[in-house]
């Protein structure tokens, strides 16, 4: 049933929760927030953020590619394909400043008592 498998999936993820399923609703019980617990959390975070730097690098090197390729087709002088690639690296810059903030502040809001 579904029940089940939400129930199998909270207890399965990072987050420590325990759930206890009576077959009509599922129940998490919440440890409270220690100060290990919170680093937990912000380690956590820390791992998401990686994720998204990585996926976001990854979207960078698809986009490299494509404008490289669009060179070598002749489609793009060698100066257009470099400002495109620069135009490329500063919007991935300008989304992994903003990721590193938005972690900084979840970080302080995760460890502030």
Known sequence: SALASIEKAIAMSELGFTPNNDGKIIRI????????RRKEFCKLASKYAEEGKVALRNLRRDAIDKIKKQEKDGDLSEDQSRDEQDGVQKTLDKFIAELEKHLADKEADILKV
């Open 29 to 36: 019980n919440v440890p409270p927030l220690t100060e290990e």
